[in-house]
């Protein structure tokens, strides 16, 4: 008899062992209760577990609800259709369990009750504008309400905001009058800087025709200048010339005398109405005289 009473003994403990043998994994934590009552919670590891006593395992991960679309009215009376998601993790294993029943369905419907909210303050302009704005200011209201149940609420997306068709089609008309307004903006300030390129090249072109023009006129009268110049002082050497070859070839006051007359001659010829004289011009008249009186004499012989 006592053989088969060791095998079933036997065969009770290792049921015993696989049943009291618990593994929690690293993303887990376990929640024992013995009798009902909880008793401690199991790190990531073995754990054993002794008569009646139980475990509960919770997942400490990020996890995602989706919130399915639904359709809410803005402040100003547009129907739209909203959808979302939720992101959050477990801070505390024990109240996830026992402070609530059913968390992510609470956390669904309390999603969609402050959605409604948040959006129902909201105009479509804003509602359509503002995404950011809704995420941030659902995600607070997620955060603090679940914060009892001892889990973080990470962020909160809208996936889409879809006003209805009669709205669409307004909003795409008035994007395409904007875009043609800005179209027709930017081909007038198109066309206003290209003729105010054009007047300031003109206006350029102006400026360096009259510099050019100027500075011709400029040069001309330089070169006239420098041509009067050196024609005066060519005369000036000249006369110089001629006046040293005079002097020293010490003339008489007839030669001197013919020599002016030649000179008067030149004058005479010239375009001036008035001719002054030198005082020291008395000397070659009176030679002059001589010669003229010479001249008749030659002409006129006495008898």
Sequence with gaps: MGGPIVVILA?????????????????????????????????????????????RKVDMREQVIEVPPQEVITKDNVVVTVDAIIYFHVTDPFRVVYNVAKFELAALKLAQTNLRNTIGELALDETLNSREKINTQLREILDEATDKWGVKVNRVEIQKIDPPADIVNAMSAQMKAERTKRAAI???????????????????SAILKAEGEAGAIERVATANKFQKIALAEGDSQAILTVFKAIHDGKPTQDVLALKYMEMMSNVAHGPATKIFLPMEAAGTLGALSSIAEAFKTDVNPKK
């Design 11 to 55: 065969f009770l403990g290792v049921i015993y062992v696989f049943r009291s043998v618990r593994i929690v994994r690293p993303y887990e934590k376990g929640l024992i209760e013995r009798l009902g009552k909880y008793t401690k919670t199991a790190e990531s590891g073995l754990t054993i577990l002794f008569p009646f006593e139980t475990m």
């Design 186 to 204: 930017i081909e007038a300030e198109g066309i206003k800087q290209a003729a105010i390129t054009t007047a300031e090249g003109q206006k350029q």
